[in-house]
């Protein structure tokens, strides 16, 4: 396969199918133009975060031969999605426990109306 075949968007989840049909006005790309948009690009649109961006670049990875761009970290692909997957748990556990002491506070504050320092 090379880089001016049609992007494989049949093995790509439906939210990554869908941000690259609207990207390109419902036709499906050649795998140089999904490669030449830039990560930061591909964050701007609708459906792509983190983990699609990261599921869009792997089916790039091997089939543009280096040609798109080499890691510049030194870190191995598979060391630096490890550290992303935790790092993204981490973020859901904080961005619960947020939500949970948001709730919490609102039904304080709805049941006594005051402050909820006990001196």
Do not use: Y
């Given at each position: 396969?090379?880089?001016?075949?049609?992007?494989?968007?049949?093995?790509?989840?439906?939210?990554?199918?869908?941000?690259?049909?609207?990207?390109?006005?419902?036709?499906?790309?050649?795998?140089?133009?999904?490669?030449?948009?830039?990560?930061?690009?591909?964050?701007?649109?609708?459906?792509?975060?983190?983990?699609?961006?990261?599921?869009?670049?792997?089916?790039?990875?091997?089939?543009?031969?280096?040609?798109?761009?080499?890691?510049t970290?030194?870190?191995?692909?598979g060391?630096?999605?490890?550290?992303?997957?935790?790092?993204?748990?981490?973020?859901?556990?904080?961005?619960?426990?947020?939500?949970?002491?948001?709730?919490?506070?609102?039904?304080?504050?709805?049941?006594?109306?005051?402050?909820?320092?006990?001196?």
């Amino acid at each position: 396969m090379g880089l001016d075949d049609p992007f494989p968007i049949e093995k790509c989840s439906g939210r990554v199918r869908g941000a690259i049909l609207a990207e390109f006005q419902g036709r499906c790309p050649t795998i140089r133009e999904v490669a030449s948009i830039s990560d930061a690009q591909w964050l701007t649109v609708p459906n792509i975060g983190p983990t699609t961006l990261e599921e869009l670049r792997s089916m790039i990875s091997p089939l543009s031969d280096g040609e798109s761009r080499p890691s510049t970290t030194g870190i191995p692909d598979g060391e630096l999605l490890s550290r992303l997957n935790r790092l993204q748990r981490e973020l859901n556990i904080l961005v619960g426990e947020i939500r949970a002491r948001l709730s919490a506070g609102s039904h304080k504050k709805n049941g006594r109306g005051g402050p909820h320092h006990h001196t």
